[in-house]
């Protein structure tokens, strides 16, 4: 395989936090089979691999686009390949290679593993190769790993779910809930800040079931405990949790583990009881209120986050009026919004009740303005506070009069503050005075009160004196970008 240490390649990464762990694990084991990662100004690579989602609207749509006007490239690029994988090609299978043919392989999500492994059959075949494995074949984590960040990492500790919401086609693609082992996370944990991680996101499709694999239902809470006497792990945060599985039990580790954030992300997709029976969600807006007043009695500092869906079939003006008295009530520090729209294959898709779009539209106005709204407010309350900024990669923004650093707080709150004064790398903790608040940032005008160099600011400084294109490689294999960079994991939502 000589002539492939020099072939490179890019991978494009559509949906929510799950794709970009999985779209880490292509292209560490690209790079294992001695692939190189294509610098960004290419204009072309050798072979293209699009992770696809089939939540997203007009997925479909987007994909065959893309594919269309890579096309004449490739007619002009001979031995190029592309490669379609994620959840698209899990539900569409043949029909990619129908529709384009000159795509090169298929793969599902249950078979990542394989894809250095199809490329090579396809060049040496000359025809695309299709493979869609039913079920999974190794937990995604046993695979080699390209991170993206070298202070911040996501831990898959499930893949797969249980729930069978009518909007959701993700659980006939993903498959069953499967469950890794404690002590396989943990090791991973271990082994991530040992390269000299920091922050870990603990990542699953409905992330607080975990356990009812491995039957143990009190599992979750336990983790986030454990998590807590790993020496050198600053910040654990998980996504997403389901409102039915969320007990008291995760609610006091939340809340005595000093390195588990006071951050919560938990989907809610309508206030009303009605559209919630509809949804098949098993939980009813007191269900969900409660638990919001049990996070906030335990940690009054928390930042809570949401997903909602407007317009779901048969919403009425009063179901939709539930919503917004559920936003007033929850006065999330962000939410997620969402259009509703049909998903072939999902029940939600046949209903009656489907909202005129002019009408979907009008109520989503609303619904952002509340939100808008609530967030200002909420954003508020955090003037004069002293909080301790990680600080992310990239320059953050920039005016006339001064460069600014950007990062996140504890709560995940993005905030912008000036450049101090002594130098600080990405990783490195800042502690600054928060002046001033907008809807979806704070910003820090003073000088930092304190600047505090970490192993992660170590470990950034090192890859960076390496050639970019080496990324960071692990045999224990380990995800990472900054825990707000992506959509929220799984198929909750629709828009």
């Known amino acids: 395989m000589s002539e492939q240490l020099q072939r490179t390649y890019t991978v494009k990464t559509h949906g929510c936090q799950m794709n970009v762990h999985d779209s880490e694990r292509m292209a560490g084991l690209l790079e294992a089979a001695g692939y190189v990662r294509a610098p ?4 072309v690579a050798d072979v293209v691999v699009f992770n696809t989602c089939a939540v997203r609207e007009n997925a479909d749509n987007k994909l065959y686009g893309n594919l269309g006007q890579l096309a004449p490239q490739k007619a002009a690029h001979p031995g190029m390949q592309i490669a379609v994988g994620g959840c698209l090609a899990q539900k ?9 043919p000159w795509v090169d392989v298929v793969f599902g999500t249950h078979n990542v593993g394989k894809l250095p492994v199809l490329l090579e059959r396809a060049r040496l075949a000359r025809e695309a190769q299709v493979e869609i494995a039913e079920s999974l074949e190794a937990f995604p984590s046993t695979l080699p790993t390209r991170r993206e960040s070298a202070y911040a990492a996501w831990v898959s500790i499930s893949v797969g779910c249980n729930n069978t919401c009518t909007f959701c086609i993700v659980p006939a ?10 002590g396989d996370i943990l090791a991973e944990v271990e082994a991530l800040v040992a390269e000299g991680v920091s922050e870990i996101t603990l990542l699953g499709q409905n992330v607080n079931a975990y356990g009812s694999d491995i039957g143990d239902r009190q599992a979750f809470g336990k983790l986030l405990r454990a998590c807590g006497s790993v020496e050198g792990l600053e910040r654990v945060r998980f996504t997403s949790p389901h ?5 008291d039990d995760v609610i006091e580790a939340m809340a005595q583990t000093p390195n588990v954030m006071h951050q919560l992300h938990m989907p809610l997709q309508s206030g009303s009881d009605t559209v919630l029976r509809a949804m098949r969600r098993s939980y009813r807006q007191e269900r969900y209120l409660g638990i919001i007043e049990k996070v906030r009695a335990a940690m009054p500092d928390a930042a809570i986050s949401t997903d909602i869906i407007v317009g779901f079939p048969g919403e009425t003006e009063e179901d939709f009026e539930q919503t917004l008295h559920v936003v007033r009530e929850a006065r999330f520090a962000q939410a997620y919004t969402f259009q509703y729209s049909k998903r072939p294959g999902t029940p939600a898709a046949s209903m009656d009740g489907q909202i005129p779009k002019a009408v979907v539209q009008e109520r989503y106005d609303r619904l952002v303005a509340l939100q808008e709204e609530i967030s200002w407010a909420e954003n508020k309350k955090q003037v004069g506070r002293v909080v301790e900024v990680m600080v992310a990669e990239g320059e953050g923004r920039k005016d006339d009069a001064t460069r600014r650093l950007s990062g996140r707080a504890p709560d995940n709150r993005l905030v912008h503050f000036a450049r101090p004064s002594s130098p600080v790398r990405p990783g490195d903790m800042v502690t600054v005075a928060v002046t001033y608040a907008a809807p979806h940032h704070l910003l820090a005008e003073g000088e930092a009160l304190a600047v505090r160099r970490t192993r992660s600011g170590d470990a950034w400084e090192a890859r960076t004196a390496a ?16 825990a707000a960079s992506a959509e929220p994991a799984g198929g909750c939502s629709v828009s």
């Open 243 to 247: 409102p039915k599985d969320f007990t």
């Open 173 to 182: 693609l993903r498959g069953k809930e499967k469950d890794r082992r404690p």
């Open 40 to 43: 960004k100004d290419a204009d």
């Open 92 to 100: 569409d299978r043949d029909t990619i290679v129908k529709r384009a």
């Open 467 to 482: 050639p970019r294109s080496q990324g960071v490689m692990l045999g224990l294999p380990t995800v990472g970008v900054p």
